[in-house]
């Protein structure tokens, strides 16, 4: 089978359900259809899509992850309007020397991580590079960098919880 033909027929057999499910979980049935259709087109553009040992849970956790991806740049978007730009010229400086000490706690807990693991999370977070860029890079499938990414994400939470 194709690999048009594939993503056509888990299309046909998910996407209902899946707008279904971002529309409920997100609250916003308009935006779950540009993301279901986001979910597929990442799926479409995803070379070793014959591979994925379970391609609905791909779809959901890739339709899930571009949901919280568009709130967050809703969030940024609404709060860098609503923002008085003399007040954040004022906590500039605070904010850096924040953010400088907040990298520096995940550069440390980061280094707690296989090195393929702090790659990937850095690849991703920090370049900006796609999952397959870094599959590419790191020499290993989309599944790998999907799960680097994963326990990366889960090892900066438990970690920033204790310490916050």
């Known amino acids: 089978m194709s690999r048009g033909s594939l993503v056509q027929t888990l299309f046909e057999r998910y996407s209902t359900d899946l707008k279904r499910y971002v529309a409920h979980k997100f609250g916003d049935p308009h935006d779950a ?9 990442n799926l479409l553009r995803t070379t070793e899509t014959e591979k994925l040992e379970n391609p609905r849970a791909y779809l959901y956790q890739t ?15 609404d709060n860098y309007a609503a923002m008085d730009h003399t007040e954040e010229d004022e906590r500039s400086p605070a904010r850096a020397v924040e953010a400088q000490n907040d990298l520096k706690v995940v550069e440390k807990h980061l280094s707690a991580l296989p090195e393929k693991c702090q790659k990937a999370f850095i690849l991703h977070r920090v370049k900006g590079s796609s999952y397959q860029e870094i599959a590419d890079e790191l020499e290993v499938s989309l599944s790998s960098v999907e799960k680097y990414l994963m326990r990366a994400m889960r090892f900066l939470r438990e970690n ?3 310490n916050t």
């Open 63 to 77: 339709a899930h992850n571009l949901a919280l991806n568009r709130l967050r740049k809703q969030g940024h978007h």
């Open 160 to 162: 920033f919880d204790e």
């Open 33 to 41: 259809e540009d993301i279901v259709q986001d979910a597929f087109h």
